[in-house]
């Protein structure tokens, strides 16, 4: 009978810590759940809950950083995707309207825990705010890199990828310090244009695509260009007189309008291949997907230091 009501303690002492167990587990659950994090941006503050279910994110770069991260996303504008992301172009996903325009009643009906935009999306802020939380993601070109990372780990911190994150900035950090050891010294230099059509704008230091020189320190052909986020619209005896080393395209048409590559054709002309860059060879035509499209992602960033790099060998 002793033995028996000993048996019968132990068991009952068991099943005790058991149920305190799946308590704990329940409330430590719940509280994961319900953990609530606010995030300081350009637009304002915005609480968020930690590890958001159903995500949507107009910034290309915060799509590229949150694919990297392996975090799954519910809504994107599926129009103009970098090819590289075009799996969010499937039935997949929502399509929650256009960079410019978003598409207000279909993310009322996904009521999602997050929104992320930029620019484009920024006169949307408040409509949007009133949806789900929003939070502003734009790369600073003035400040580029440190902007870059506050994105890529606030981000990281929302989705409890943290670790992730670090370890990809790490890789970018040390592709760019190669870079800029190529970089240093360098008796040539650059000049970096977009071509939209027929026109061609001339980029440079703290502009949208300044980190050529700001970060990898790649030197200016022209220390006075304008800085603004269109460019500074020039000609082709521009091009001629600064007569870089080393000419930089973005070909705009590639990837917005009807997607027709246009910039090797606009810039295929006397003053053109009279310069240094044409006659070197250096002439290099970046990806529109990495630097006009999806600038400020885990991915985009790495591989727009590859590729200048590789054009300064």
């Known amino acids: 009978m002793k033995k028996l009501t000993l048996l019968m303690t ?169 870079l800029k050891t190529k970089a240093e010294g360098m008796d040539q230099k650059a000049l970096i244009t977009l071509v939209n059509d027929g026109s061609v704008s001339a980029y440079g230091k703290a502009s949208r695509f300044g980190v050529i020189h700001d970060v990898y320190g790649v030197p200016a052909v022209d220390e006075t260009i304008e800085a603004s986020t269109h460019g500074q619209s020039i000609g082709f005896e521009y091009i001629s007189e600064k007569n870089p080393d080393y000419l930089f395209v973005v070909d705009r048409g590639a990837v917005v309008g009807n997607g027709t590559s246009s910039a090797e054709k606009v810039l295929d002309n006397e003053l053109v291949n009279g310069t240094n860059a044409a006659k070197e060879n250096h002439i290099t035509y970046l990806s529109p997907d990495y630097w006009y499209l999806s600038g400020g992602g885990l991915e985009s960033e790495l591989e727009k230091v590859k590729e200048v790099s590789d054009a300064l060998k």
């Open 10 to 178: 132990g068991l009952l002492f068991i099943l005790l810590l058991a149920a305190c167990g799946s308590n704990s587990d329940s409330a430590s659950g719940a509280d994961k759940k319900e953990e609530k994090l606010t995030i300081k941006h350009e637009l304002g503050e915005t609480e968020v809950s930690k590890n958001p279910e159903k995500i949507v994110t107009f910034d290309m770069g915060a799509l590229d950083t949150l694919d990297k991260l392996g975090v799954d996303v519910a809504g994107v504008p599926q129009e103009n995707l970098p090819d590289y992301l075009s799996k969010y172009s499937s039935g997949d996903y929502e399509n929650v309207g256009g960079l410019k325009e978003p598409d207000l009643e279909k993310i009322a009906e996904m009521q999602p825990d997050v929104i992320f935009i930029s620019g484009r999306q920024s006169d949307y802020y408040d409509q949007l705010s009133e949806l789900a939380p929003t939070i502003y993601v734009g790369v600073d070109t003035t400040d580029y890199m440190n902007s870059f990372k506050k994105n890529t780990e606030t981000i990281a911190k929302i989705v409890g990828k943290e670790t992730e994150a670090e370890e990809a900035l790490s890789k970018i950090d040390d592709a760019i310090a190669e």
